[in-house]
């Protein structure tokens, strides 16, 4: 066979059927045309070609047709079904309407509350992560969307529907997981936060989590508040963000998985200044001692009378700045003790 050969299939779900296609996440392996063996490789993003990973016995590599033209949409909601197979195509829709609904809101929504400091957040910084659906009405509309996902009417509960800012949760897949929902239409709602699972196949992830490239610093604290309050102080520090003092598990799991990958990272531990969450920063601790994760951690401190990240920051932004120094000052310490180390072996 010639390289770059065309195969002709009636569509792509014919396609994945007769290549015997294995879900892989971005890709998947697939019985090459070719030589018959289970070794090829097509890309979610590409389905017209595929390509065998036999180099030195086959590597063959060859274009795909279809007879059946998809729509982006019809393609989009296919690679949806093949990525989550236990979900209908109620909630297949639901779950790519979110999700596009809601970074669309990001980008185009104004809102007053986001815009004008929310809990002393600046507009770049909330708006990264928020979403203000501002009335009722349009959060209602939200649960009606979303009711084949979440398996509940909310849009008929009025306790619900006031809860108009969202914090959309995303796997390792970059799909919809949860989202947590707060209000400023009701700021003295409780509890203050609810979490929804938002895409009932799998193993949701129950944190949030955001690590720059460059970051140096990793903070692990108890909300998505906290975690975005050393954000305001730091553009370049990452952060794992708990959603309560109980959810260590996921991420401890998380924790010990990339430890290869997190091996030069420093810890920040920063859960709330109260017994639940010193119990959180020594579940977190112990498995970076254990495992080995990261190069150094260190817990922050707070002054009297304030218990987590966000109210420090709300309270005394400059003093809050310099706790946040003060904590990491060990990590450049041990940074420059470890480059000239290695400039002496060399």
Not at 32 to 59: D, S, V
Not at 131 to 156: C, I, R, S, W
Not at 313 to 333: M, N
């Amino acid at each position: 066979m010639n390289k770059h050969q065309q195969i002709t299939f009636r569509s792509v779900e014919e396609a994945l059927e007769k290549l015997n296609a294995e879900d892989k996440g971005h890709y998947y392996i697939c019985n090459c045309p070719e030589c018959q063996q289970h070794e090829a490789f097509m890309y979610k993003n590409n389905l017209n070609y595929i390509q065998c990973n036999r180099e030195n016995h086959c590597g063959e590599r060859m274009i795909l047709q279809y007879h059946k033209k998809q729509t982006p949409k019809e393609l989009q909601q296919f690679k949806l079904k093949q990525a989550y197979p236990s979900l209908n195509k109620e909630q297949v829709q639901a779950l790519d309407w979110a999700k596009k609904a809601y970074n669309h809101m990001q980008r185009y929504f104004p809102s007053k509350t986001l815009d004008s400091g929310y809990r002393g957040l600046s507009k770049e910084v909330a708006r990264d992560f928020m979403v203000d659906l501002q009335h009722e009405g349009l959060v209602q509309f939200m649960f009606q969307k979303t009711e084949p996902l979440l398996g509940k009417a909310y849009a008929n509960n009025e306790w619900m529907c006031q809860r108009n800012l969202v914090f959309p949760l995303y796997g390792e897949d970059n799909t919809l997981d949860r989202i947590l929902l707060r209000s400023s239409i009701n700021p003295d709602l409780e509890p203050k936060e609810i979490q929804l699972i938002m895409n009932p196949s799998k193993d949701t992830r129950d944190f949030f989590m955001d690590i720059p490239k460059n970051a140096k610093t990793v903070v692990v604290t108890e909300s998505i508040l906290d975690g975005l309050s050393f954000r305001e102080m730091d553009a370049n520090v990452g952060f794992i963000a708990l959603t309560g003092a109980s959810k260590t598990r996921k991420v401890m799991d998380y924790l010990e998985k990339y430890k290869e990958a997190l091996r030069d990272t420093f810890f920040l531990l920063a859960m709330d200044d109260d017994e639940a969450g010193w119990e959180a920063n020594q579940k977190v601790a112990g498995i970076l001692e254990n495992a080995r994760v990261g190069r150094d951690w260190n817990v922050f401190s707070y002054h009297e009378g304030i218990k987590d990240p966000n109210e420090f920051l709300q309270a005394d932004r400059e003093r809050f700045k310099k706790q946040y120094i003060k904590s990491i000052a060990p990590f450049k310490t041990h940074q420059r003790k470890r480059e000239a180390a290695l400039e002496m072996e060399l």
